[in-house]
């Protein structure tokens, strides 16, 4: 994905900045719209992936499980995990990308959405093959290729509600973020374009650059021209309508988690629940697991309470109960390191794959010392498993 690195301009007159916007596509448009949905990378994109801000020579075993490459080529994320980690002798990387299948080494992994009918929401679980069991996994392949299809489609209904507008769900928006009439206007325009231009360039749109982050990678590529304050006023709306899309995304489509769980099983690989502070009530329905993610960027609040639950698992598990590991997720997508330093989310920008700080925190090791848990030991297990 290119982005253009300009420094943003900031402009007293918002009046005549929205007056000024053009409501047809200009060519403009049409070069920033090409730009955002390339998933080719500019040399200082190239730079920033394989020259990581931080290296951390004391970490000798390497545990990722959960992160996403995004658009970034699998030789890329290779060099700049092995550049961060130059002492590395332990490892278990696998990458997770969402609904579908990566490989990395001797290993094959997947974020997959599904739904878990006992608690009617939405979920999410980590797979992780060993490549030869998923070299003829034409079901599950499959069951990727619609959810992926099916969760893309949540961006078509995400700018329906401004082309064709769900009042609703924009009015309910404003209200949330204090947008007034001229803002809306200005987002239904601007979404209005990147739909036109989608439609009329269909063929040539990478799959990847298909996803909710297509509207805020557009809008942010009109910094230079609109100025900070618009466009930060701009994103926050659309995040709210985002939300409230996301919110109201039937789970029809999905496949059960038991389903995708039992095909899992049929090919020898290993499930992980990811985001417990988010599917908390996934952790009640009892599924076949290999262990949950006790820690992840997005997930902190309960990672001791966790940790806990799965000790007192293994401690009380009967013999036909697998032993539950613990797992932590970096959670980083890789693709967010290829935007300007300046356009990057703060929070997402400081994730790394492998790096998972909760493991050297003191109050967490008390916990996981009880368990006789460390990654060496996660990897030794998991790595056991997964070879069958």
Known sequence: MKLIKTAPRQCEDIDALFEAYPAHITEEDTRLFFQV?????????????????TVHK???????????????????????????FPN?????????????????????????????????????LLLHFTNERVEDAHVLKSMLVHTFKYRSSQLFEFMHSF?????????????????????????????GKVEKLLDDHWSSIP???????????????????????????????????????????????????????EETRALGGGVVIPHPEEFWPILLRGYDVDGYEVW????QRYTEFLIEVVNEHNRTRRASQRELLIFMGDDCHLGEKTRPLEQQDPEKGAREVGLQPA??????????????????????HYKERLAG
Not at 173 to 178: F, H, L, V
Not at 250 to 255: E, G
Not at 359 to 380: A, S, Y
């Open 37 to 53: 949905v390339s998933t080719d990378l500019e040399d200082w994109q190239e730079r920033q992936i394989l020259e990581p801000q």
């Open 58 to 84: 004391r970490q000798e075993s390497v545990l990722a499980c959960h992160w996403h490459p995004e658009f970034v080529p699998m030789d890329m994320c290779r060099a700049r995990i092995e550049t961060m």
């Open 88 to 124: 590395m002798r332990d490892k278990l990387i696998i990458p997770t990308q969402h609904n579908e299948l990566l490989s990395y080494g001797a290993y094959s992994g997947v974020e997959v959405d599904c739904y878990s009918s006992g608690f009617n929401q939405k979920v999410q």
């Open 163 to 191: 082309t064709k507008p769900v009042q609703p769900r924009l009015d309910r928006a404003a209200r949330i973020t204090g947008a007034d009439e001229q803002l809306v206007h200005f987002a239904c325009t601007v979404v």
């Open 207 to 261: 799959p990847m650059s298909i996803k909710n982050k297509l509207l805020r990678n557009y809008l942010d590529g009109l910094r230079p021209q609109l100025g900070d304050l618009i466009i930060d006023r701009a994103q926050a709306y659309l995040k709210a309508v985002k939300e409230l899309v996301k919110k109201d995304f039937s789970l029809d489509y999905f496949y059960r988690a038991s389903e995708v769980i």
């Open 296 to 299: 992840n960027p997005q997930s």
């Open 359 to 380: 493991w050297d925190d003191l109050n967490i090791r008390k916990k996981l010392i009880i368990g006789e848990v460390d990654r060496p030991t996660v990897i030794r």
